[in-house]
């Protein structure tokens, strides 16, 4: 036994207490988008550290900044690791998210024997695709698309053009509110609720002009550092002043749009660009980064109820019959 004590030893090393070598990890970096910032930033000023770090030094952060060096073999073995690390927890969420609908639907199909066994076989495929859907969907977006918007933000927020931030917010917020799967349902819905009187691209068009707002309002506190009640109470008392004037179907319509554009998409896509943008400035994440998804859920809700206004007024100008057989359709909605 102590042979073997004294054997260990000869490998044992001391842990130095100061002068240290700060070694980069793709696995915290896309993980954990402003962690290593954060982290050296502790240790150089608030506990007084030596730390010695390179910005340019890569082990496999080489294969984010300098793809055209590492061997294509290299970055798809530690991107296929990194999918493969996340895999397993959405697999986990989505199953225990979808598993209380399952034991509803089948605790409700053995008291009724509602449903035949062509239809129960219908539903149980479309049970599968959904959970395999929601698996590959959130292990994408979570894995793939958070390193994506904090390195795009921290280099963009890095160049010498700080202020492209707003313009280049507003158009991925135009785009990408498309991607929601959300957003889609809520769209084919309210189109066949209300007859085709609010049609999909009109909710789209306003959709993607909200979040295009919010996302640019966004970038504007990341590079003024203003507090967001500055923008948060005024848009929600006009959303507030704007529901007593806009038909009552348009009211509904843009509270729930507010919920459903505020998806995955955006949290993990918008609050690191705004977070990556906002560590490469300096600023404090927590009070200027944070506060995104809240703003595109409030912007749907103007931009939807000012479409109500544009229809109220343009339906003025139809003939009588024709606003009376819309008004049908909609108190029916």
């Not at 390195?151 to 135009?174: D, K, M």
């Not at 009552?248 to 977070?275: C, E, H, K, N, R």
Request: glycine share 10%.
């Amino acid at each position: 036994m102590t042979m073997k004590r004294k054997s260990w030893q000869d490998y044992q090393k001391e842990i130095a207490d100061d002068h240290y070598y700060y070694a980069r990890s793709c696995i915290r970096q896309n993980f954990f988008p402003g962690s290593e910032k954060l982290f050296i930033d502790m240790l150089r000023n608030d506990l007084g550290k030596d730390l010695s770090d390179d910005p340019k030094h890569s082990s496999c952060t080489g294969i984010g900044y300098h793809s055209d060096i590492v061997p294509l073999e290299t970055i798809m073995t530690v991107v296929a690791r990194q999918f493969a690390l996340g895999f397993p927890g959405y697999a986990e969420e989505v199953l225990l998210s979808i598993l209380p609908i399952v034991a509803v639907f089948v605790l409700f199909q053995l008291l009724t024997r509602c449903y035949r066994r062509r239809q129960l076989l219908r539903t149980g495929v479309g049970f599968l695709y959904t959970v395999i859907g929601l698996i590959l969907f959130l292990t994408g977006v979570n894995v793939g698309f958070t390193p994506v918007g904090n390195l795009l933000g921290s280099g963009l927020a890095g160049s010498a053009y700080r202020w492209v931030l707003i313009p280049i917010g507003a158009l991925i917020g135009y785009y990408i509110v498309k991607a929601e799967p959300a957003v889609q349902v809520l769209n084919k819905q309210v189109e066949d609720v209300t007859g085709g009187t609010v049609s999909q691209s009109m909710m789209n068009t306003a959709l993607s002009i909200g979040v295009a707002c919010a996302v640019m309002l966004s970038m504007v506190r990341v590079l003024t550092g203003i507090s967001i009640y500055w923008i948060l109470v005024p848009g929600y008392a006009l959303a507030l002043i704007l529901a007593r004037y806009v038909p009552s179907v348009f009211v509904g319509i843009a509270f729930d749009s507010g919920g459903v554009a505020s998806g995955p998409m955006t949290s993990t896509f918008l609050l690191p660009l705004a977070m990556g943008a906002c560590t490469a400035l300096g600023g404090n994440v927590v009070t200027d980064a944070f506060g995104v998804v809240a703003m595109v859920a409030m912007t749907p809700l103007v931009t939807i109820q000012l479409l109500g206004v544009s229809y109220k007024r343009r339906i003025k100008h139809v003939a009588p019959a024709a606003v009376a057989q819309v008004e049908e359709i909609i108190e029916l909605a």
